[in-house]
Each structure stands twice: as structure tokens, then as C-alpha cells.
């Protein structure tokens, strides 16, 4: 009697915890919402503007900046990154303050799971890579260290555009 009731309480100790467990941590960024300027003010708080006149010419809105992260053009290369098995390094190309390209010019592929893994990952990682401004991307899944060397070479690549 005693092992059905320690085994129904852990069964169902087990699926509520299985049923408990948040899958994504990853917070979702709300979307950008364009500036509306300042806030509206009650009528009875602000004195009235006057019409403009007529054939008066209405002043020009100023012109939006131009939002840029401030990436130079060219070709730079990250730091080696070491990872248990392996060196990792990037080399990215940036045009238009974006990266147009990345390749890994160093990675694990001495072994034949190094190889597997490696062959699904790096496609994967460049994939993601290409059209960052700052060099933030995912990681892979399965390619833990792997994409931590790869992203903090990327990182390091980006941070010598700025």
C-alpha cells in the first residue's frame, strides 16, 4: 500500500510540474510605436493660438534624423572566441550600417560530431547574422557552444564597425 501511494503522489507530483514549466523566458519586446509627440493639453489649460493669416506660408515640419547605428562599411573580423571544442571566429562584411554577410572563418570540425553539428549550426547562424545592426542574434539549438563563440565573435566583428 505504501509504494501505490508513493508512486501516485510522485506521478502526480510529476505532471504538475511538467504542466507548470514556462517554455520560453525570452521576454517579447511590444512593438515600436511611432512618436506622437507631446501629450494633448485641456483647452481651459492653454490660451487659444490665432489662426495664421492668409497667404502666410506654414513652417516646415523638421526633418525625422536618420536612425543609424553608426556601423562603418567594410570587412572586419572578430576575435577568436575558445569553446571546449574549438576556436570560433567570424568575419563580417557591413554596407549601409547592416551586416550583408558573415562567415565563419574558424570552427570546431576536427571530429565527426563536431562535423555534423557544426554543418547544421553555421548555415544557421550565418542565416541570422546577415541584416543585424548590432549583433544580436539566436542561438542555435543543439550548438550551445558553438553559438556562443560564433555570437561573441560577432559581437566583437560589429563592435569594431562602430
Known amino acids: 500500500m505504501k509504494r501505490i501511494a508513493t508512486w501516485l503522489f510522485a506521478t502526480v507530483g510529476g505532471i504538475v510540474l511538467l504542466f507548470s514549466y514556462k517554455t520560453s523566458t525570452a521576454a517579447v519586446a511590444p512593438a515600436a510605436l511611432p512618436d506622437a509627440g507631446p501629450a ?4 481651459t489649460s492653454a490660451p487659444a493660438q490665432p489662426a495664421p493669416k492668409a497667404g502666410t506660408p506654414k513652417a516646415a515640419a523638421p526633418a525625422a534624423p ?3 547605428h553608426g556601423l562603418k562599411d567594410g570587412t572586419f573580423t572578430g576575435a577568436s572566441e575558445n569553446t571546449p571544442y574549438g576556436p570560433v571566429q567570424v568575419k563580417v562584411t557591413i554596407a549601409g550600417g547592416k551586416v550583408t ?3 565563419a ?3 570546431p570540425h576536427a571530429g565527426g560530431r563536431d562535423q555534423m553539428i557544426n554543418s547544421y549550426a553555421i548555415p544557421r547562424l550565418q542565416a541570422e547574422a546577415k541584416g543585424t545592426t548590432d549583433g544580436k542574434i539566436d542561438m542555435v539549438s543543439g550548438a550551445t557552444y558553438t553559438s556562443g563563440g560564433y555570437i561573441g565573435s560577432l559581437q566583437d566583428a560589429v563592435d569594431q564597425a562602430r
Do not use: I, K, R
Open 40 to 43: 494633448p493639453t485641456s483647452s
Open 66 to 68: 536618420a536612425t543609424t
Open 105 to 107: 572563418v574558424d570552427y
Open 101 to 103: 554577410d558573415a562567415t
